[in-house]
């Protein structure tokens, strides 16, 4: 995805936090790799409440606009839960078996 993607869904999660009155806060990351920006982010740190949110029970969402073969770059080993991503064009999709 690029950049104006995560712009995009930046402001999508926002919007959907205000409205659902989540307590939340959202920062930029940039990722680097041997000194070199390989990917630019940003982070949501939520909770269903404010007790939550205070006491640090919080679910951490984290969008990076990077390609996906660099993956091992922009996160660290078995730091996710759920991974998602947007293959490149020309990938072909459909069963095994047709």
Known sequence: INQ???QEIQTFIVKFMKNGRFK???SKE?????????????VVEAAASKEDYLQG??????????????ADQVVKK???D??????????????KNA
């Open 4 to 6: 104006k993607w995560v």
């Open 24 to 26: 939340h806060k959202v």
């Open 30 to 42: 940039k990722r680097t790799s041997g000194g070199k920006k390989v990917a630019d982010g940003f």
């Open 57 to 70: 029970n919080l679910q951490t969402m984290k969008l990076y606009s990077a390609d996906t073969r660099i």
């Open 78 to 80: 078995n730091s996710v």
């Open 82 to 95: 759920v991974m998602v991503s947007d293959l490149p064009y020309g990938v072909q999709h459909g069963s």
